[in-house]
Structures are given as structure tokens and as C-alpha cells.
């Protein structure tokens, strides 16, 4: 997990990032319900991520961690329809086999 930038002399010159080692497993079908309820906790502070796939969410001892929030907006109102199909289509997402994500 991205934990912040490492500078030298100014924020100008970053030399490397901060970086935190999160245990757990790539998420798949058999959490589409802890994974679904992390989604909708993102909704409801009004962040629809953008780019869901099932190597952006990770089972933690501790619930679902997110990442890779580059597509996310914070729209203040999330648009009803947008969190629908972000929701709709969670399942293909952890259902997939590509490997789109992956890297």
C-alpha cells in the first residue's frame, strides 16, 4: 500500500515512495459480498472508483482493502446509475480469468 513520496531537498526532486507490505489474497467470487459492501461504503462518501477488477481489491484480516484509485472521482452526489453498474458489475470482475489488472 502507497503510503507517500520520499523527497530530497524539495518536493521536486522524489527519489522513491513509501510503501506498505498488506497481507492477503487477490479477492474472487466467494467475497462478492464483503466486496460489494466496501464498494457501496466508497458510494456512500461519494467515490466511485472507476476501474474496479478483482486485483484492486484485496481480503484482509481485516475486511476489503481498495486499491488503485488513478480512475476514482469524488462527485459529491455519486450519479445513482454509475454506482449501479460499477455494483452490476462486480461480479464479471471477480468472476474474470484475463488477468486484466494483473500487473
Known amino acids: 500500500m502507497f503510503i507517500g513520496f520520499v523527497y530530497e531537498e524539495t518536493k521536486h526532486r522524489t527519489v522513491g515512495l513509501l510503501m506498505e507490505d498488506v497481507p492477503g489474497e487477490t479477492a ?19 467515490i466511485v472508483h472507476g476501474e474496479l477488477n478483482k486485483y484492486n481489491l484485496l481480503m484482509t484480516g ?18 445513482p446509475a454509475a454506482a449501479e453498474e460499477e455494483l452490476r458489475s462486480l461480479v464479471a470482475r471477480l468472476e474474470d480469468k484475463s488477468g486484466i489488472g494483473k500487473r
Open 62 to 79: 481485516h475486511g476489503v482493502k481498495v486499491f488503485d484509485f488513478e480512475a476514482s472521482t469524488a462527485q459529491g452526489d455519486v450519479d
Open 28 to 46: 474472487d467470487i466467494r467475497n462478492l459480498k464483503d466486496c460489494m459492501e466496501t464498494v457501496r461504503l466508497l458510494h456512500d462518501f461519494e
